[in-house]
C-alpha cells in the first residue's frame, strides 16, 4: 500500500506584503504532476491546508483545482484534517457529498476512532486540537486534563483510538508540535509555550506510520514511522540560510503487506521563485552587488538586511528596482544626540500652542495668519463646531479652557 503524505499548505499566506499565491499554484501543480506519476493509494493532507481561517477566494480556488485534479481526475482518495490554521467546519463543507466522490475530511476528536479504510490499511486523522478541546470531545471520559498538557492531551486521545483499533495496518495523520522537531515555524500561532505544549514521540506509538503536520521542515523523528513532510514553499525567512529548508517534497510513503514502513522516498517539489537574505551589506553594497546577479536570483523573494545606521531616504523604491520582491530591514539606526523637546508643561500646553512650537522646529518661521484660520477651523470641526477651539491661542477668543 503506497501514499503521499503532505501537509502545511498555507494556501493564501502572504510573505510581508506580497502575495504567494503564484509560487502556491506552481507547487500545487507540482504535486498534481507527482501524485500522477506516482499512482499512490492515496494523498494524505496533515492540516493547515490553508493559511486562515476564512481562506480568501484564491486559496479556495487553489485547493478545488488541487482536488479535482487528485480525486476526480486521478480517481486517488486524499485524506485531510484540519490544522491549527484552518476552521474545521468550513474546510469540511458538503463532507459527506465529498465522502461518497473519495475525498475525506476527518475534522472531529470525537470520530478520530473511526477510521477510513483504504486498500487493507486504516487511516485514522487527529485534527490539531487543544486539551480544552479533548475534555470537551471525551467528556463522558471526564479526562480533567490541564490547559497547557498537550502531552496528555494526545496521550488520551490516542489511547481511545489505540483501544478501538481494529487489527489492520494504521496511518495515523495528525497536526501538532511533537518534542524533537526542532523550532515553530515563523508566522505559526505557538503551540510550544516555555516547553509547555510538545508531545512526545512517545505517545504516538502503536501507528505503522505517524503523517505530522505542523513543522515546515522536512523530519523523521524515531525511525522512519513518525514523520512531518514539510510544507510545499519556504513561507518565511526564517531559517532559509540552511539547505534543509529551501528542499521542499512531499513523501511517498510504502506499508509492507504485514505493516510497518517497507519504504518511503521524498518527492522534491521546486518553484521558480525562491526566499533568500541578503546579510552584512550597506545599501550601495547591495545595490551594486545586485547589478551582477541574474535576474532569476532577483526575481526571488528577498530579505535585505543592510549595515547603514544613518537614514535612508527612499530606500525600498530604490531598492525594488533591482528586487522587486524585496524587504528592506535596517536593523541598526543611529539616534541624534539631540532630541527636540516641548516647550513649557505639557500638561497645560494647548494642541495649538504644540503645533506650532512643531511649525516654527521644521519651517524656522512663524504659521501665517491663514495658516492659524485653517488650524482653528480644524479643531473647531473636529470639536464639533465647539467656542473652545481658540483655547490658549491667539485672537481667537477662548478663555484657556482645554480644547
Known sequence: MRFIHTADWHLGKRLHDFSLVDVQRQAVEQVIDLVASAEPDAVVVAGDVFDTQVPSLGALELWEAAVEAIVGEHGIPMIVIPGNHDHADRLGAHSGLARRAGLHYLRYLSGCADPVTIGGVDFHGVPFHKPVHVNAAFRDDAPGIGDFDYAGAMSHTLDHVRSKRSGRPAVLVAHAFVDGAGEEPEGEDAISVGGAGAVPVSALAGFDYVALGHIHRRARLGGDAVQYSGSLYPYSFSGVLSEASRVKSVTLVELADGGGVASYERLDVAVDRGVRVVDGLSFAEVLAAAQHESVALRDHYTLVKVTDTDPLTDALAALREWYPHAVLEQPRIAAPTWVPCLVGDYR???????????????????????????LREALSADDGGSDTAGAGGSGAGGSGADA
Request: aromatic share 14%; glycine share 0%; proline share 4%.
Open 348 to 374: 497645560t500646553t494647548s494642541p495649538e500652542d504644540a503645533l506650532r512650537q512643531f511649525y516654527r522646529y521644521v519651517f524656522e518661521e512663524d504659521m501665517s495668519e491663514l495658516e492659524e484660520d485653517v
